[in-house]
C-alpha cells in the first residue's frame, strides 16, 4: 500500500487510488492490518457500543415512479382503495409501537406515485392530501402525537419539501446508492428510475444539509457498480458532510436478490468484498458519522463487521418486516444482543436522530422537545 498501517495509526487521509487499491488487494496479512486500523477508527469514537434503533417500518404505499431491477418493494398493481396505507390501520401500527417502547417510527414509500398513477392520486385527493408528501407529514405529525420519533424516506425532494418535512421529522434518509450515472443507462438497474440519477441524489443530500437536517445515505453494493464506482461513492458523501456536517450515518448495504425482481438471478456481493467496503469506507468517511450494517443482510457473517470498523445495526423490529427486504428476517433483540456481545461489544439502543443533533440548531422546537426527553431513556457515545 501506499502507507503503513503496521502500527495501527490511523491514516490522516486516504486518496481515491489508495482506495481502489486496497479493494483490489487480496493479501490478507495487508487487509488484516487494515482491519484492526477500522476497528480502531471506530472504537475511538464509540468505544465498546455498537447501536441500533428499535422501530416500526411504515410502508405508505409501495407504488413507485420508479422501476429499478433490483427492487422488491416496488408494486406496479394493487387494489383500488388501497394505494396508500389507511389513517386507521397507521393507528393501531403507532398504538402498538408505543406500547412496545419502539424508538423509531421509519416512515418509507415509492418515490412519488401520484406523478405517474392517476389513481394514486384520486386516492390522496379522496383523502385530502394533494400530494404524497403531504400524506407523509401529516403521518409523522400523528406519530409524534404518540411520543414516537419519526425517521422519513422519502425519496428525491425538493427544498421546499424537505423544510417541510423537517418540521416533523428527527431525520431523513435517502440511499445514494451509487454516485455511477453509468447504471441509469439502457438495460441497466437505473434505467427506468429517474429519482435514481446520482445527480438528483446528490442534490437531495445537499439541500438537507444547507436545512440542517439530521441525514441518512449509504451506498448499495453489488448492482453492477465497478469498484472505482464504490470509492467514488463513499468520497461523494464524505466531501458532502464535510461542507455540512449533516451526515450522522452511512449505510453499506449489500444487495439481495428478490424473487419478484428483474435481477432475482443476480448473484449478490461476496462477504469478504463487502468486509473489505467497510473496512476503506471506515478510513473514508470522517469518524463522527457512523457505519451502519443491517444484521438481516448478513446473517453468520455478523462478527466480521464488528471486527472491522462497523458501529451501528441500524433499525430492527419485533413488529414488522423489513419491507425492503421482505425475504431477509430481522433477529431478534436477544440475538442481536448475544451476537454483540460474544464479540466483546454493548449494544446499545439510540435515537434516529444522534445525541449530537439533539438541539434547536437541528431539530423543530416540537421534534426537539419529544427528542429531549427520548434521549434520557438511551445510552450512546455520540
Not at 5 to 33: G, M, R, V, Y
Not at 148 to 171: K, M
Not at 257 to 272: G, K, L, Q, T, V
Amino acid at each position: 500500500m501506499a502507507f503503513n498501517t503496521s502500527s495501527l495509526n490511523p491514516p490522516k487521509s486516504i486518496t481515491i487510488n489508495q482506495a481502489i487499491e486496497f479493494l483490489h488487494q487480496n493479501d490478507p496479512n495487508e487487509i488484516s492490518l487494515w482491519k484492526k486500523s477500522a476497528q480502531s477508527i471506530a472504537f475511538n469514537v464509540y468505544q465498546n457500543q455498537i447501536t441500533f434503533t428499535n422501530n416500526i417500518f411504515i410502508p405508505l404505499t409501495f407504488l413507485c415512479r420508479n422501476a429499478c431491477h433490483y427492487c422488491g418493494f416496488r408494486r406496479s398493481k394493487v387494489p383500488r382503495g388501497q394505494e396508500f396505507l389507511k389513517p386507521e390501520k397507521i393507528e393501531k401500527i403507532l398504538t402498538n409501537a408505543r406500547t412496545h417502547k419502539v424508538s423509531e417510527v421509519l416512515i418509507t414509500m415509492g418515490d412519488k406515485p401520484e406523478k405517474k398513477y392517476p389513481y394514486a392520486k384520486k386516492w390522496l385527493s379522496n383523502h385530502g392530501f394533494n400530494t404524497t408528501i403531504e400524506y407523509t407529514y401529516f403521518i409523522a405529525e400523528k406519530a409524534l402525537k404518540y411520543e414516537l420519533l419519526p425517521h422519513i424516506n422519502s425519496g428525491t425532494l425538493t427544498f421546499d419539501e424537505l423544510s417541510y418535512l423537517r418540521e416533523v421529522s428527527a431525520s431523513i434518509g435517502l440511499m445514494l446508492e451509487t454516485i455511477s450515472s453509468r447504471l441509469t443507462h439502457l438495460g441497466l438497474p437505473h434505467e427506468q428510475s429517474p429519482d435514481k440519477h446520482p445527480k438528483k441524489r446528490m442534490a437531495t443530500i445537499e439541500k438537507a444539509g444547507k436545512l440542517k437536517i439530521p441525514f441518512t445515505s449509504g451506498i448499495l453494493v453489488g448492482i453492477g457498480e465497478t469498484l472505482e464506482e464504490i470509492v467514488a461513492s463513499l468520497f461523494a458523501l464524505k466531501n458532502v458532510h464535510q461542507k455540512y456536517r449533516h451526515l450522522q450515518e452511512v449505510i453499506i448495504q449489500n444487495f439481495q436478490p428478490n424473487r419478484n425482481s428483474i435481477m432475482a438471478n443476480f448473484p449478490p456481493p461476496s462477504i469478504d468484498l463487502m468486509e473489505k467496503i467497510l473496512i476503506i469506507a471506515r478510513h473514508i468517511l470522517p469518524p463522527e458519522i457512523s457505519i451502519q450494517i443491517p444484521p438481516n443482510l448478513v446473517e453468520g457473517h455478523e462478527h466480521r463487521f464488528l471486527e472491522a470498523g462497523m458501529s451501528d445495526w441500524g433499525g430492527v423490529s419485533s413488529i414488522t418486516l423489513d419491507f425492503i427486504n421482505p425475504d431477509h428476517n430481522w433477529p431478534s433483540f436477544s440475538k442481536l444482543e448475544q451476537i454483540t456481545r460474544k464479540i466483546g461489544y454493548q449494544l446499545c439502543e439510540r435515537l434516529p436522530v444522534y445525541p449530537r443533533y439533539i438541539n434547536l440548531e437541528w431539530l423543530s422546537p416540537q421534534v426537539y422537545k419529544l427528542a429531549s426527553i427520548k434521549k434520557l431513556e438511551t445510552r450512546m457515545v455520540r
